[in-house]
């Protein structure tokens, strides 16, 4: 209500403004709907500020005699009002200050500034689950077929091994062509080194009909699973026989074969040399096979012994081989426990499980089958063959002990692991310790049968 009529309609901010522009005094009278009647500026902006905390009373408003009219209260009228009194503004008492608010555009610039970084983290947490799913797809053992390496081999190799781990240590298994111009060492782990070997045959352990001593080394690159042997320099003899073979294999200069190991691996780089002795079997057809064919090599061999010695010789001679077949039973279940307990430890349970089941197959069957055909070999000889038929039955009987002997330590070692739930890797390198030095002693105990028997042969 100015003394020039009435304006507006303003805002109440507005008219803050104004006051505080010192444009209008703060008793400039104000109205709006709802009053009955006009208030000052001061007094209206007093009861907005009143109205954030606690509601304001309902305004009584005055009604006509007939209530069923509507009814807008006059806008009031001033009299005698003069120009615009000017009001110091340090005489009126201070208003309230204004809710401070945050600029809409401000607001808008920090929300945005807020995206970037929520949407690059949905992005990085999608890209690691994809990368975790397609790792899954990855864990499957593959080998590149060889130039000379036929499909049945092939298949052989792909189901004997498997994945076991991107972080697994190099373990090499020997596998040969039908012509053996090359080797073959394949191993579950994921990298690739510079590989060096020596061969050794072992004595009477070649499927040949001479005794033949025969020692190579070569050198290859391990990649893909797989290194190849196809050159070989010869120390002594001239070209591979099939049979046992004693390896020093040597790698250097190891690094993860390819950028998905070395992620899988967190890009820790494995050991940079590997070092091992072991026995392979350089046949094609396997061990299994090998070990068939090698003791009808040795009974064929037995038959030219018995026409070029004595009959009692011969019968000494048979009892020495059966000790040393069965030395090398020993030997073979000795390097089975080892491989055995080379493999991932977190997967001990169902790894011994499986290795329970190829001990069986392998060792227990041709353990029971060397006493059953050592008894039956026994009872055919005949009581002329020696002159000293009760020492011959001392000596058959102690085959059969030492052979028992074999299979007894073996069923301790297996309930000895399996007694173990979840072992760490100490653990499983103490059960190597202990194995090897229990069948360090079967197999000292059998050399020293085969002296005392040979002293007991007549020239």
Same mark, same amino acid.
């Given at each position: 209500?100015?003394?020039?009529?009435?304006?507006?309609?303003?805002? *109440?901010?507005?008219?803050?403004?104004?006051?505080?522009?010192?444009?209008?005094?703060?008793?400039?009278?104000?109205?709006?709907?709802?009053?009955?009647?006009?208030?000052?500026?001061?007094?209206?902006?007093?009861?907005?500020?009143?109205?954030?905390?606690?509601?304001?009373?309902?305004?009584?408003?005055?009604?006509?005699?007939?209530?069923?009219?509507?009814?807008?209260?006059?806008?009031?009228?001033?009299?005698?009002?003069?120009?615009?009194?000017?009001?110091?503004?340090?005489?009126?008492?201070?208003?309230?200050?204004?809710?401070?608010?945050?600029?809409?555009?401000?607001?808008?610039?920090?929300?945005?500034?807020?995206?970037?970084?929520?949407?690059?983290?949905?992005? *990085?947490?999608?890209?690691?689950?994809?990368?975790?799913?397609?790792?899954?797809?990855?864990?499957?053992?593959?080998?590149?077929?060889?130039?000379?390496?036929?499909?049945?081999?092939?298949?052989?190799?792909?189901?004997?091994?498997?994945?076991?781990?991107?972080?697994?240590?190099?373990?090499?298994?020997?596998?040969?062509?039908?012509?053996?111009?090359?080797?073959?060492?394949?191993?579950?782990?994921?990298?690739?080194?510079?590989?060096?070997?020596?061969?050794?045959?072992?004595?009477?352990?070649?499927?040949?009909?001479?005794?033949?001593?025969?020692?190579?080394?070569?050198?290859?690159?391990?990649?893909?699973?797989?290194?190849?042997?196809?050159?070989?320099?010869?120390?002594?003899?001239?070209?591979?026989?099939?049979?046992?073979?004693?390896?020093?294999?040597?790698?250097?200069?190891?690094?993860?074969?390819?950028?998905?190991?070395?992620?899988?691996?967190?890009?820790?780089?494995?050991?940079?040399?590997?070092?091992?002795?072991?026995?392979?079997?350089?046949?094609?057809?396997?061990?299994?096979?090998?070990?068939?064919?090698?003791?009808?090599?040795?009974?064929?061999?037995?038959?030219?012994?018995?026409?070029?010695?004595?009959?009692?010789?011969?019968?000494?001679?048979?009892?020495?081989?059966?000790?040393?077949?069965?030395?090398?039973?020993?030997?073979?279940?000795?390097?089975?426990?080892?491989?055995?307990?080379?493999?991932?430890?977190?997967?001990?349970?169902?790894?011994?499980?499986?290795?329970?089941?190829?001990?069986?197959?392998?060792?227990?069957?041709?353990?029971?089958?060397?006493?059953?055909?050592?008894?039956?070999?026994?009872?055919?000889?005949?009581?002329?063959?020696?002159?000293?038929?009760?020492? *011959?039955?001392?000596?058959?009987?102690?085959?059969?002990?030492?052979?028992?002997?074999?299979?007894?330590?073996?069923?301790?070692?297996?309930?000895?692991?399996?007694?173990?739930?979840?072992?760490?890797?100490?653990?499983?390198?103490?059960?190597?310790?202990?194995?090897?030095?229990?069948?360090?002693?079967?197999?000292?105990?059998?050399?020293?049968?085969?002296?005392?028997?040979?002293?007991?042969?007549?020239?």
């Amino acid at each position: 209500m100015l003394p020039s009529g009435h304006e507006g309609p303003y805002s *109440l901010d507005a008219l803050k403004n104004k006051f505080q522009q010192k444009k209008i005094p703060a008793e400039t009278k104000i109205w709006s709907e709802g009053l009955s009647d006009t208030v000052s500026l001061k007094q209206a902006i007093y009861q907005y500020e009143a109205a954030k905390l606690a509601p304001p009373p309902p305004i009584p408003m005055q009604k006509p005699a007939d209530e069923t009219m509507d009814y807008l209260p006059p806008v009031p009228v001033l009299k005698n009002v003069s120009a615009p009194v000017e009001v110091d503004a340090e005489d009126v008492p201070p208003l309230p200050p204004l809710p401070e608010t945050e600029p809409s555009v401000e607001k808008a610039k920090r929300n945005i500034s807020l995206v970037g970084p929520v949407l690059a983290l949905a992005i *990085l947490l999608s890209v690691y689950l994809f990368y975790i799913q397609w790792l899954k797809g990855k864990e499957v053992f593959s080998l590149h077929r060889q130039t000379k390496m036929t499909l049945e081999l092939h298949e052989r190799i792909q189901s004997e091994m498997q994945f076991d781990g991107w972080d697994k240590k190099i373990f090499f298994k020997e596998f040969v062509p039908g012509d053996l111009s090359s080797i073959w060492l394949v191993t579950s782990s994921y990298q690739t080194c510079q590989v060096e070997a020596e061969f050794h045959a072992v004595k009477d352990k070649l499927l040949s009909m001479k005794d033949q001593e025969i020692a190579f080394k070569s050198k290859g690159m391990l990649k893909g699973h797989i290194v190849e042997f196809s050159r070989f320099e010869f120390q002594t003899g001239q070209k591979v026989v099939p049979g046992l073979y004693e390896m020093d294999v040597v790698a250097k200069n190891c690094h993860w074969d390819g950028i998905i190991p070395k992620a899988a691996n967190r890009f820790k780089e494995p050991d940079a040399e590997y070092i091992a002795r072991t026995k392979i079997v350089l046949f094609p057809q396997g061990a299994k096979e090998f070990n068939l064919l090698l003791n009808r090599l040795n009974l064929k061999k037995q038959e030219i012994l018995r026409k070029e010695q004595s009959k009692e010789n011969i019968l000494w001679q048979e009892m020495v081989e059966k000790l040393q077949t069965l030395e090398a039973i020993s030997m073979q279940i000795e390097q089975f426990f080892m491989e055995l307990l080379e493999r991932d430890s977190r997967k001990f349970k169902d790894t011994l499980k499986e290795g329970v089941q190829i001990y069986t197959r392998q060792f227990g069957h041709t353990l029971t089958s060397f006493v059953i055909s050592n008894e039956d070999d026994f009872k055919k000889k005949s009581p002329d063959a020696t002159t000293r038929i009760s020492d *011959l039955n001392d000596y058959e009987n102690m085959i059969k002990v030492s052979s028992k002997e074999v299979g007894l330590e073996s069923m301790k070692i297996i309930e000895r692991l399996q007694s173990l739930k979840t072992p760490k890797r100490v653990q499983l390198n103490e059960e190597k310790l202990k194995i090897e030095k229990s069948f360090s002693a079967l197999e000292e105990k059998i050399k020293q049968k085969i002296l005392l028997i040979e002293a007991q042969k007549v020239p």
